[in-house]
């Protein structure tokens, strides 16, 4: 059984790469990683931290996660960033996403939070979902 951790990413990584909006905000290829591409210039992101919390009925096994999609844009500039963001949250708020093994109850858009790295000073959008799955 595929964890429902893995098969919403699989379900998310399926759908934005059938936007076309959303892969022209990107550079015209969907730039959504585990881990930060070595040398990639922005607009990227990633899956940022996920927490799974079970929510099982007395019929249905399920979960709760809370996870995170951080989109990297340019240094002094969010707004390509927040662009990606917002279209990421067009794309996947109250969608109905197939999952291997799993059902979508329901998927929600909780935040969006825009900050400057103090390191690197890249713009950082950080996009907060909240899903929650049944086993199939």
């Excluded at 892969?23 to 730039?31: K, V």
């Excluded at 990633?46 to 996660?65: I, M, N, P």
């Excluded at 390509?80 to 197939?98: I, M, W």
Aim: aromatic share 4%; hydrophobic share 45%; net charge negative.
């Amino acid at each position: 059984m595929t964890s429902p951790v893995l098969a919403l990413r699989r379900a998310i990584l399926e759908t934005a790469s059938g936007d076309g909006e959303l892969i022209a905000l990107m550079g015209g290829t969907l730039r959504l990683h585990d881990e930060p591409p070595r040398n990639a210039e922005p607009v990227y992101a990633l899956f940022g931290d996920v927490a799974a919390r079970d929510w099982s009925t007395d019929t249905d096994r399920g979960h709760e996660q809370n996870l995170a999609i951080v989109v990297w844009s340019e240094r002094g500039s969010a707004r390509a960033g927040l662009a990606a963001a917002e279209r990421f949250s067009a794309v996947l708020d109250g969608a109905e996403l197939t999952l291997e093994g799993h059902r979508l109850v329901n998927l929600s858009v909780t935040e969006i939070v825009s900050a400057r790295d103090s390191d690197t000073q890249l713009s950082r959008v950080t996009l907060r979902l909240r899903a929650v799955t049944e086993r199939a």
